[in-house]
């Protein structure tokens, strides 16, 4: 592995750790699962853990799985669908919402404590590299 790819992959890794970190959610404990459920509810909500799973492209189980938990530690909550009782949605308690709030802020946090670093020609190529990589694992992912 040269310098390049070792540094590449300890970019993904430091990210992943920092954005798993309680440095990110304060006392709020999540797990990288548990926050790209939050995440898609986010997006999606409210919605059936059928929709929730094809968005994530996990199983229904991994998805009944993460979204227990989520419920028990009280920051997804479930409700009866108004059109057909029989069906359940899913949505963001005001603990949940919180969760994303403080991911979007780390985000932010990482992204601008970056970008002071940088001067405007290494930002650009960087942008070029990032895109690059990014497209990349989205590809890879998708193929699993």
Known sequence: MNTYERDLFRLIHLSAEFIGSRKCFGTQVVSQAELNVIAGLHQKAPCTLKDL???????NSACSQQVERLVQKGFIERMADKRD?????????????????????????????????LRKEDKIAAGAVIKAVADTLEERIREM
């Open 85 to 117: 009782r029989r069906s359940v949605r899913l949505a963001l308690t005001t603990s949940g919402d919180s969760v994303m709030s403080a991911y979007r802020q780390c985000q932010d946090s990482i992204v601008e404590g970056l970008a002071k670093k």
């Open 53 to 59: 799973a094809d968005l994530l492209q996990i199983t």
